[in-house]
């Protein structure tokens, strides 16, 4: 008697487990029913009769070897990628899927992974012939991300590598058209017109181009000299000049001060002994001695 409530708990139990099983199993059938509906309603447009055929036989596979392809039909992108599923070639419309999970038929889709993040490279260095002819060697970095993952797959068949020659020759064009002053002064009006160019021709690849910066303009070593020489020559010509103007006022100073002693005799000798006393004080062997002017003029008149 024990052993047949043995038996009758182990036979409960195998059941239970058993219509675990069969739950779990419809739920699975159920949900990748539903999934295939979606597919089928999903627009496929195009495809032909034998693409719809292919389509079947991939649903049906799907479903006959459940749950071992739900490992094939469930894919993984992360949060900042997103997927773009191909059915038979043909792009699936719609936004692209993710992040997260999404699904696919067996043997009649694949998808590709875009990166959405934001990309930085250098712009290698360009030697660019200005609009005053002077040859100059300029770099930079461009910052841009994919705005929409549909347009850079269908559309182009590398994004990145266009990206970076469109720079290239966005670059150059646009300091061909700029003299070297310009280019030295205004590099941020210069980056921006380059953001503005680049920003609208990959409009149609779905990128985004954020930031243009310029980083280093390199000039000759003849030129580099040639404009020492002439700021050199720029700042004597500035201090002769402010030399001159020096002398100019300092000549009228001393007109007027003639003009003050010239009223007061006593005062030019006052200025001799303040000019003796001065000298004295340093440690010369110089001796200086004041002649009056008045003996001076004794013998001019004589003369």
């Known amino acids: 008697m024990y ?19 069969l739950f779990a199993v419809i739920f699975h059938t159920v949900g990748m029913f539903l999934y295939c509906l979606s597919a089928l309603e999903s627009p496929d447009i195009g495809i032909g009769l034998c693409g719809w055929i292919i ?26 990628e997103r997927a773009i599923i191909f059915r038979l070639g043909r792009i699936l419309r719609g936004r692209a899927k993710g992040p997260g999970l999404f699904f696919i038929l067996p043997c009649t889709d694949n998808f590709i992974n875009v990166d959405m993040r934001t990309i930085t490279f250098d712009i290698p260095p360009q030697e660019v012939l200005t ?4 040859t100059v060697s300029v ?44 280019i030295l002064s205004d590099r941020e009006e210069i980056a921006h017109s380059m953001q503005t160019t680049l920003d609208d021709a990959t409009d149609d690849w779905g990128i985004k181009v954020e930031r243009v910066e310029i980083k280093d303009v ?43 002693i010239a009223e007061s005799p006593s ?32 013998f001019m008149k004589r003369d």
């Open 55 to 80: 389509v079947g036989l991939s649903i049906l596979l799907m479903l006959a070897t459940l749950p071992l392809s739900i490992w094939m039909c469930i894919k993984i992108v992360k949060e900042y």
């Open 218 to 260: 390199k000039l000759p070593q003849q030129l580099q000299r040639a404009m020492a020489a002439e700021a050199e020559a720029s700042r004597e010509a500035r201090a002769k000049v402010i030399a001159a103007e020096g002398e100019m006022n300092a000549s009228r100073a001393l007109k007027e001060a003639s003009l003050v």
């Open 139 to 182: 770099d930079g970095v461009v910052y841009y991300r994919v705005q929409n993952a549909t347009l850079a797959v269908a559309n182009i068949t590398n994004a990145d590598a266009a990206t970076r020659l469109l720079a290239q020759t966005t670059l150059r064009n646009v300091l061909g058209t700029k003299n070297l002053a310009e």
């Open 267 to 298: 005062g030019l000798q006052l200025r001799y002994l303040q000019t003796l006393n001065t000298i004295a004080a340093e440690k010369n062997s110089t001796i200086i001695f004041p002649l009056p002017m008045d003996m001076m003029q004794a």
């Open 131 to 134: 609009k005053d002819s002077v």
């Open 3 to 21: 052993g047949s409530q043995i038996i009758g708990s182990y036979r409960r139990h195998r059941s239970k487990k058993n219509v675990h099983f």
